[in-house]
Every structure is written in C-alpha cells, then in structure tokens.
C-alpha cells in the first residue's frame, strides 16, 4: 500500500504526474487573471499538448490582452457535492501567444474547441512549471 | 420576446439579477487570489446569504491567509462539454473575515460546508459588488 500525503487540512497531496495525468485528461479549465486591474476566473476548452495548456483567444479582445505573458493561473477540477469527493489541480504558468506558423498549422489540426461563435483568433499556451493537487480523501 | 445582448465574442451578456440567481443557486466555486505573489484558483464551498459568498476556511492556512482584506474573484459555472453550452458569471469582491459574534452564531446555523477535514476554522465573507455572467448562445 502506498502512503498519502496529506495536508494541514487534510486532503490528500497529489503527486506532479497525477496532476498532470488529471490536467491531461480535462477538456475544461477556469483561468485566473488580472482583466483592468481585476481578478476575474473565466472557463475556457483547452488542451494539453507537449506540457503545455493551449487555449483559443478571439483576437483583440480583452482576455486575449490580458493573456499576453501574463502570469495566470489555470484549474481543473471534478468535485461531486452529492459524494462529497473530489479532486482538483492548479497550474500556475506564463502565457504566452503561439506565432510560430508550423506551431501553428500543427494546433490547428488538434481538437482544441472554442465555444464562442466569433473570433477564433490567437492561440494561446500556458507553460506547466508550477503545479498542485488535492484530493478529497473518504474516511 | 426580449431582447438579448452578445458580446463581441457571440455570448449572451447576462443581466446582474440573473448573475445574482445562478450564484444563490450554485454550492460550489472557484476563488481566484494570490497566494505568494502568485495566481492560484481553487475549488470552494460557498453559500450565498444576506448579498455577500460565505465561506470557511482552515483557521492560519495560506487560504485563509490570503482572503484578509484581499480583492479576490469568485467564478461559478456550468459548462456542459457534450451539449456544447453553459453559462458562467463571475464576481470580483474584497474578501473579509467575519468577526461579529452574532453574526458568526447565525452563520454558523447556516448548510454551510467545507470539505476539508481539519480546521474549520474562519468565515470569510466577499462582496458581490461587481459582477458578469455569459450563456453560450446556441444556434
């Protein structure tokens, strides 16, 4: 049996490549950034690809500005409030705009979703360096 | 038929009360603050009660810590990957501890939970002054 960390608040301490593993695995996230000054937490679709979060950004908008290498942080998360369990990760990375066309082309043919209807305009990626889970342990 | 307003990414833009309506209703979010100096977003418990989000948290944790008289944001959604649609709002408030004894005695009658075994320690109340809300419009 294997041990688990677990925190001052008692939840259990997920390792970096479970993190990874469950970040890998979610098709949504919420960022957190500053927008005019302001905190603000918005969901976007994203992918992981090459240990890096990308995600669509209309081109010119203000999250799209706000995304431009800013240092965000960027969650997911599967919580059950009827089972009481659940699990989340927190990334804490600069973002960044993908400009490289090859880069590019290469993102293009990923399976990345944007769900607003209009400007599907920049790509942007969120390096992983910093990264932390929790998990709801059962007594 | 009213009327419905989108943003120049093809959301609908949702009226404050309506804002107001999905927050009262919804049990668990995502808080948006710096913890070190650096973003984090993590899951809570919460409870809407009186205009402000109520919160606990493990009493001299980095949480708690970081939610003093903090200018925070507070997202909750609903996002549903298959159906392709979803709303989220987010408030940005100034996060405070709850001190009044009467008040805490109130609170605390309250189905307010926290999911962390350890240290139920601090209320934490953040105001809802400022507010947004989008639905993914469909087709």
């Known amino acids: 049996v294997n041990g688990v960390t677990v925190d001052r608040n008692g939840l259990e301490v997920l390792e970096p490549a479970e993190c990874f593993r469950l ?10 950034l500053s927008m005019g000054a302001l ?6 679709n994203f992918l992981v690809e090459d240990g ?17 290498d800013a240092v965000v942080a960027f969650e997911v998360d599967h919580i059950d409030p ?22 590019l082309d290469r993102i293009r043919s990923l399976p990345l979703a944007h769900w607003t ?4 305009g920049h790509v942007i990626e969120i390096s992983t360096d910093i990264m932390s889970g929790r998990r709801i342990v059962r007594p």
Do not use: M, Q, Y
Request: aromatic share 4%; charged share 20%.
């Open 23 to 32: 970040l890998s695995h979610a098709t949504v996230g919420r960022i957190g």
């Open 39 to 44: 905190p603000v937490v918005l969901p976007v």
């Open 52 to 68: 890096r979060i990308l995600i669509r950004t209309g081109a010119g908008t203000k999250l799209d500005a706000a995304l431009h």
């Open 82 to 103: 009827f089972e009481h369990g659940g699990w989340s990760v927190c990334v804490t990375g600069v973002a960044r705009e993908v400009r490289d066309e090859r880069d």
């Open 117 to 120: 209807p209009n400007g599907v």
